[in-house]
């Protein structure tokens, strides 16, 4: 095995916690709150929760624990550790290095049009604050003022530039003033907020039925494809694929233990899903809504809500709320790996290299922020630029970025030669330790890269 380099005075986490704070708050964002309910309503309510949580395991999870891996071991975000770890694979080492190059890039375009909805859900919040949400008397007006809110160019340009200010504020102040700090902060906050929606929704005549429904066991909506839809939602939700959890897990400190670092970033973005979902389901059965999919959900349908039932305000106050932090701390993750990048490979101060890249992140979500109303027309077969951006990186370029980092952990560093480092200087126990690289072997090697093939697979046939 050979030694490697280390770097003289990187950043790092205060603590195991910092990591563990940080990942959760990458991991826990939009897509929790706002596609996890209404993916587990269409598919099958119970028997998709259960599929989900078995590619969490097979998957997920396994991934996850491959891409902190090798950014602890090389210490280097996706393009050095790639290139420090290979020195004896196959493929050149320019081969790893264009491909950790992919894997910060794509986290760059994640950033630029994530960006985009969550400064939509600045607007919200605002709106909410100032009791709008009271003069929507019907699904259908709210719908329109969603579609004329981004109907407008200024509205949503502004709110993407206040929202990509927030994060390069956050981000310059560095790992532990900045990222862990926020993290620690706004998470726990996130849960008090989020328990406080759930509890209003289930308190409401009707709610509890949306929590049923949420659990209900119904099979006819289960397919082939829920499989697919379970296992590309673990994927993106849990931010791997795009190198934030490479950068992460280079500031993780060789002293911990990296499946236990890990499990606690899986089971709190289940758990916040999960607690999402009944929050969610819960108002829109007091509402008496459907549970509409996409922008509609929470745009359109939960704000007609929040105006009607009592309380209201305060409730869309915290879901907005709750809503921007998630969205913050997994914007921070997705622009963290092109900044590391920067300062590891080039040599450039953090201030730099944040301002630099947020601004050139903003700039390329322009063309995102105005696919709903000035370029509105430019659809190519039907789909405006933020749909086929968000195609192209969420369904292609993320399980690309996840295999790769999968089959290196798996056949060109090797599980023999990289196992080793998964503990740090922790020894587990000899039972412990056997069954768990048994089975993570197994699922690196084999398991994963051939559910993610099918997740590409079925990405390039729809
Ligand atoms: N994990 C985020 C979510 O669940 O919404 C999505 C995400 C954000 C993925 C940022 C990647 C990323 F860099």
């Known amino acids: 095995m050979e030694p490697l380099e280390r770097q003289a005075q990187r950043e790092s986490w205060r603590s195991r916690i910092g990591f563990i704070f940080a990942g959760i708050g990458s991991a826990v964002g939009l897509v929790n709150i706002w596609r996890f309910p209404y993916i587990v309503a269409e598919n099958g309510g119970a028997a998709f929760i259960v599929v989900y949580l078995l590619c969490l395991g097979l998957v997920g999870f396994p991934v996850l624990v491959s891409e902190t891996l090798i950014g602890r071991t090389a210490r280097r975000g996706p393009v050095g550790a790639l290139c420090s770890l290979a020195t004896s694979a196959p493929c050149p080492q320019r081969f790893w290095r264009k491909t950790g190059l992919g894997i910060v890039i794509t986290g760059f375009i994640v950033s630029s049009f994530y960006s985009v909805v969550a400064g939509w859900m600045i607007g919200y919040l605002i709106e909410a604050i100032s009791g709008q949400f009271a003069s929507l008397n019907s699904f259908e007006v709210a719908a329109d003022q969603f579609k004329s809110h981004i109907g407008s160019a200024s509205w949503c340009l502004g709110y993407h530039?206040?929202?990509?200010?927030?994060?390069?504020?956050?981000?310059?102040?560095?790992?532990?003033?900045?990222?862990?700090?926020?993290?620690?902060?706004?998470?726990?906050?996130?849960?008090?907020?989020?328990?406080?929606?759930?509890?209003?929704?289930?308190?409401?005549?009707?709610?509890?039925?949306?929590?049923?429904?949420?659990?209900?066991?119904?099979?006819?909506?289960?397919?082939?494809?829920?499989?697919?839809?379970?296992l590309g939602h673990a994927f993106f939700t849990l931010s791997l694929g795009q190198g934030t959890m490479i950068t992460y897990g280079s500031y993780l400190s060789d002293r911990d233990n990296i499946p236990n670092s890990c499990f606690p970033i899986v089971f709190f973005d289940t758990l916040v899903s999960l607690l999402a979902g009944i929050?969610?389901?819960?108002?829109?059965?007091?509402?008496?809504?459907?549970?509409?999919?996409?922008?509609?959900?929470?745009?359109?349908?939960?704000?007609?809500?929040?105006?009607?039932?009592?309380?209201?305000?305060?409730?869309?106050?915290?879901?907005?709320?709750?809503?921007?932090?998630?969205?913050?701390?997994?914007?921070?993750?997705?622009?963290?790996?092109?900044?590391?990048?920067?300062?590891?490979?080039?040599?450039w101060n953090r201030r730099s290299a944040v301002l630099c890249v947020?601004?050139?992140?903003?700039?390329?979500?322009?063309?995102?922020?105005?696919?709903?109303?000035?370029?509105?027309?430019?659809?190519?077969?039907?789909?405006?630029?933020?749909?086929?951006?968000?195609?192209?990186?969420?369904?292609?370029?993320?399980?690309?970025?996840?295999?790769?980092?999968?089959?290196?952990v798996g056949w060109v560093w090797g599980t023999k030669r990289a196992f080793p480092y998964l503990y740090g200087e922790q020894i587990p126990t000899f039972r412990k330790g056997v069954l768990l690289r048994r089975y993570l072997s197994l699922c690196i090697r084999f398991v994963a890269p051939l559910a993610i093939l099918l997740i590409l697979l079925s990405a390039l046939i729809i």
Do not use: C, H
Request: hydrophobic share 60%.
């Open 358 to 408: 947020g601004g050139a992140a903003f700039l390329v979500g322009v063309p995102s922020a105005l696919a709903f109303n000035a370029l509105r027309g430019m659809t190519v077969r039907g789909w405006n630029f933020f749909e086929w951006i968000s195609f192209i990186t969420m369904d292609l370029f993320i399980p690309l970025g996840g295999l790769a980092a999968i089959l290196y």
């Open 161 to 230: 530039f206040a929202f990509m200010a927030l994060a390069i504020f956050v981000l310059s102040r560095g790992v532990r003033q900045g990222i862990e700090s926020l993290n620690k902060f706004l998470m726990p906050l996130l849960v008090l907020l989020l328990l406080f929606v759930m509890g209003r929704g289930l308190s409401l005549p009707g709610g509890k039925a949306g929590m049923i429904d949420f659990f209900s066991l119904d099979f006819t909506g289960f397919t082939a494809w829920t499989f697919l839809t379970a």
């Open 279 to 347: 929050a969610v389901l819960s108002i829109l059965f007091a509402g008496g809504e459907a549970s509409n999919q996409g922008f509609a959900l929470l745009f359109s349908t939960l704000p007609t809500v929040f105006g009607e039932i009592p309380g209201g305000q305060w409730v869309g106050i915290a879901f907005f709320l709750l809503v921007l932090f998630a969205a913050l701390t997994s914007q921070i993750s997705a622009i963290e790996p092109i900044v590391n990048y920067l300062m590891d490979e080039k040599k």
